[in-house]
């Protein structure tokens, strides 16, 4: 029997994660929750509030919506946060009693909270990496705790590269396979800019696969083309436009060479959709061969057609509504399944969701493990 994996969980994080595991020296950095006189948790840093904390539960997203214009209308909070939060939210061992209640072996978990804060903080760098740090410190706990069923996924920036260097090595040594990073441009430089170059080097040789994950992360669009008020919680054009920043990521990383430099490179795209990605490899052959032509040379020489490098080193989350057995047929065995348990948008029944698609672990093992376990590499998880 093949062994399932959930490869998008979220792990909420604890009010004193970030003081608990920071530096001391940036204790002043450290990110928080707090309520405030409403009862509202919210996530702080420094004297700014930057999001609230809201305890989800799969399909339930109105209820979430409903907390927040009882917050404009200036109403109290309609349940207590700590009273709210189960405990297989945030403690590992519990979150390994929910998979046997879920039928899943284990379950890639992505932060919660730290998917607000990263474009949030950009203007400190300092505040940027401390809190990372402090997050990718407790993912080693994390896969102590978890007894080989649970994988935290660590928050990287590629900004500064002595630290992601120093962070790459103590995750090796922490059993830590994943690590999240924007699918955005750095300072200004691609991903495929020279200056990374020996820093795609290091998450191979430190065993880290680098993650694309929906979050607020620099955007790729101009900031005028988002027009809610400043409480939304996610834009519309952003939701829109889900799969644009992985696209354009992984666009810039095959067509500038970096993939064909750097072949045992893997890239997990998660919880960004997967039905762009057949239009996108034709795309892709088709737009590097004309212009190839049109001016007269490539980009980067390449050994491979593109699409070639993204069936090689590339994995794709796909929710069981985007019919993966459709996509395989046109593509490759590419995606892995995907719950995003416990947020609204996700699923509690993640197996019986798929089956009643007609997709199981008997009927597409790469669906359900084998992409999965590519990403976290040789050993993480037995078939």
Request: glycine share 6%; with cysteine.
């Amino acid at each position: 029997m093949t062994a399932v994996i959930d490869c998008d969980q979220h792990l909420y994080e604890s009010r004193s994660v970030w003081a608990d595991h920071i530096d001391p020296a940036d204790r002043d950095e450290a990110l928080r929750i707090e309520d405030d006189d409403l009862g509202y948790a919210w996530v702080r840093w420094r004297d700014q509030p930057l999001e609230i904390a809201d305890v989800q539960h799969p399909g339930e997203t109105a209820v979430l919506g409903d907390q927040r214009r009882r917050r404009r209308e200036g109403a109290p909070a309609s349940y207590d946060y700590d009273e709210a939060l189960p405990a297989d939210y945030w403690e590992p061992a519990a979150r390994v009693g929910r998979l046997d209640r879920l039928g899943l072996d284990a379950a890639v978990l992505f932060p919660n909270f730290g998917l607000l804060w990263e474009r949030r903080l950009s203007g400190s760098l300092r505040a940027l990496t401390a809190n990372m740090t402090a997050w990718n410190r407790w993912c080693g706990t994390v896969v102590r705790d978890g007894h080989g069923r649970l994988h935290p996924v660590a928050h990287l920036t590629l900004r500064d590269r002595d630290w992601l260097e120093a962070e790459l090595a103590r995750l090796e040594h922490d059993g830590v396979r994943l690590g999240m990073i924007a699918p955005a441009t750095v300072d200004g430089r691609p991903l495929s800019h020279p200056d990374h170059e020996r820093l795609w080097s290091a998450f191979v040789e430190h065993g880290v696969t680098p993650v694309f994950h929906v979050a607020d992360q620099p955007r790729v669009f101009e900031d005028a083309w988002y027009t809610e008020p400043d409480d939304a919680f996610v834009p519309t054009v952003e939701s829109v436009f889900l799969w644009t920043p992985p696209a354009l990521a992984i666009t810039d990383l095959i067509v500038n060479g970096t993939l064909d430099r750097h072949p045992e490179l893997r890239v997990g795209i998660i919880e960004l959709s997967a039905i762009w990605v057949p239009m996108y490899l034709l795309m892709l052959d088709g737009a590097v061969e004309f212009t190839a032509r049109l001016n007269g040379q490539p980009l980067a020489p390449l050994s491979m057609r593109p699409s070639d490098y993204f069936r090689r080193q590339v994995r794709v989350a796909a929710f069981s509504y985007e019919r993966p057995a459709r996509l395989r047929k046109q593509t490759d065995s590419l995606y892995m399944c995907c719950s995003d348990f416990p947020h609204s948008e996700g699923t509690a029944t993640p197996i019986a969701d798929y089956e009643a698609v007609g997709e199981g672990p008997a009927e597409d093992p790469a669906l359900f493990h084998d992409n999965a376990a590519f990403l976290l590499g040789d050993g993480a998880v037995s078939r």
